[in-house]
């Protein structure tokens, strides 16, 4: 022992964590769970701690292990909330920091606790909220998205302005349009919100304009008040891309009080791989959902990326299933979705859902208002 | 054609991504590559693009592509430094955004241009300015961190006087240790900045205390001030939590100009498949050196994690080689070194490193001292 020995005050409460691990066998695999749960707290070895709360409580505590197959097990351990500081940066840190360094370790599911999830504000709208603001009671929503990058602000308006016309329920920008040059970010949300509201108008429909925030640490606050005041009625966010409680700061900022959309460009490594990282679940479904995204981007089983049935429908289960402390997030599957495609999305993902269909809806046809509303009423006659 | 005719004013300047690509045949890593060109920029299939310069310069240009073995092929892919709007996050995005999603591709090495890397100002201080702050000319620097979680205040700032009167450099604060109600950042700053200029009077050595910052987004650049404020000597940031934007922020803020040591928690999923992801070099060599980062902390070879020789060798490289726009930045290997390693990590790493010695200083015995001037006349032998 080098450590003094250390009395603390904990409320007793702890959040759990669920793992898979790569392991010869059971022994193994404990002896891999107890390494996590040093690592992720103390980065000490255990024979230099003394024996007082700082062993008994805060290292994480292995609560169960169960064999998958010869070669998985999966384990629970369970960490007093105190060591997240109730912040987010923090709560990621306790749950995979280091042992994100560890081959053959996989995040499974995160089990938080009342005390913790107070903290957290989550989706604002949610569901329900957006559905309100949109005026759709029950059928799944459209989005689409603008694109490509290169185009003048005159010309995304205008692409923005006939989409809205044909029935469009949300317009979003790509994740890749940010502040190039050519369509500068304030002119060009300026020129679609306008174009959108235009459209709005003259159809008696109230599609939703998402502007596209990402952007550097010292300007998204900016970016997300302009947008706000030029009239876009919700902000996309590529949490992968300025970090996950950047989009929670934005998302529980009283003044914006917009809807979230969470983009999943960068992520993509964390969950590829079955043996490390994070599943879909946690990463496109858990994190937006705890960090405030009303809806959740992903990109669905079936489309041009190689997301399976499986992983797309624990995203579906994370985003929505029933919690107290936070609302449930919109799933948006997306990359590679067609109106040909639209029947048997619907069987998989059911009504509370969000079509993105962007290349399937401008590989129509040149008639963009006609292209859109051919989406709208295929979405009409499935709920 | 769906888009309009568009006519771009561009720099005519471009920089390089190398991926390494799983295909079946060259044919195949070709397809996998344009693919990648297209995803990265435009998001749309060339078929709806107009014969115009969003198509000529926008997508990305396949430069070469070079077989590795019979199922890998290594590709050059040129963007136009314009798609980046000359923002970290959006560079990010160019480089990997959607790709992440996209099994099979792995980012090898960015080659970025000039005009690209004037909007970048890289390490503050560099080596050679941390080591004239610490007055060290030419022998590795040694640096251990406080811990375990759950100590308090007083406690920590008792070790770390105790180490720094040892003669260690550098004492920095285990990444997990942020805000909790056992140690509150202010005081727990405050105290352990008051110890080690305290000890740093009594031995007439300078050790630079780095204050771990990494913290929410709408209190980090709060708890860089104070840390500056309260004494300490440097900032320790995980990008990987905060978004590496955030670290970019900080690190060219005038106002706390303070060295910045980047922490890879968060990080280890990126790299750890071979055929995913993004190697060591970017990832803890060439994104925090672009970021501002005078140091990078990673786990080395042959302690408690895994990364191999060969992976840590292109950290190196990537943290040091020259540059003309970016000073070069510390590596600090880390992750269970121990004084009987050292002499085998001098002859790996040479001079030029940052020995980060923590749980290995603790585990020689209760007198933290001591091991503090075992550890330093073991390094001073070396060089």
């Known amino acids: 022992m080098i450590f003094p020995h250390t009395t603390l005050t904990l409320s007793g409460e702890r959040f759990i964590v669920h793992y898979r691990l790569l392991a010869a066998d059971a022994t193994g695999a404990r002896a891999i ?10 980065e000490v070895s255990a024979e230099l701690l003394a024996e007082d709360d700082i062993r008994a ?3 994480g505590r292995v609560e169960s292990l169960a064999e998958v197959d010869a070669r998985h097990f999966d384990v629970a351990i369970s960490y007093a909330i105190e060591t997240t500081a109730f912040e987010l940066t923090q709560l990621l840190n306790v749950v995979f920091g280091n042992t994100a360094m560890q081959p053959g370790i996989r ?15 989550g989706p604002r709208f949610g569901q329900k909220g957006l559905r309100k603001r949109l005026g759709i009671a029950r059928r799944p929503l459209l989005c689409t998205a603008l694109k490509p990058m290169g185009l003048s602000a005159p010309d995304f308006a205008d692409i923005a302005y006939r989409i809205a016309l044909g029935g469009i329920d949300i317009i979003k920008e790509d994740h890749g349009i940010t502040n190039q040059p050519f369509a500068p970010f304030e002119e060009r949300v300026g020129r679609c919100a306008e174009a959108i509201d235009r459209a709005n108008r003259e159809s008696g429909q109230q599609c939703l304009y998402v502007a596209n925030i990402t952007a550097p640490a010292d300007q998204i606050r900016r970016r997300a008040e302009m947008a706000k005041k030029l009239g876009a009625g919700g902000l996309m966010i ?11 700061m934005l998302a529980e900022d009283e003044a914006l009080a917009l809807p ?14 079955p043996e490390q990282g994070l599943t879909h679940h946690v990463i496109f479904g858990q994190l937006p959902r705890l960090a405030g995204a009303d809806a959740t981007i992903f990109v669905s089983f079936g489309g041009r990326f190689s997301f399976s049935p499986e992983a797309c429908a624990g995203i579906v289960q994370a985003a929505t299933e029933p919690n107290p402390a936070l609302a449930p997030s919109f799933p948006i599957p997306a990359g590679g979705m067609t109106l040909e495609r639209l029947p048997e999305l619907y069987r998989f993902y059911g009504r509370d859902v969000i079509f993105l269909i962007a290349g399937g809806l401008y590989a129509l046809g040149p008639d963009l208002t006609a292209n859109a509303r051919r989406l709208r009423e295929a979405v009409e006659s499935l709920a």
Chains 1, 2 share one sequence.
């Open 107 to 121: 995040v499974l599911r995160l089990e938080l606790s009342e005390g913790l999830l107070q903290h957290f504000q």
């Open 33 to 42: 769970a107890r390494g996590i749960s040093l690592e992720q707290t103390v």
């Open 260 to 273: 979230i959309f969470a983009h999943p460009a960068w992520l993509g490594t964390f969950v590829l791989s």
């Open 238 to 248: 590529a949490p992968g891309l300025v970090g996950w409680d950047t989009m929670r």
């Open 57 to 59: 409580q805060l290292v």
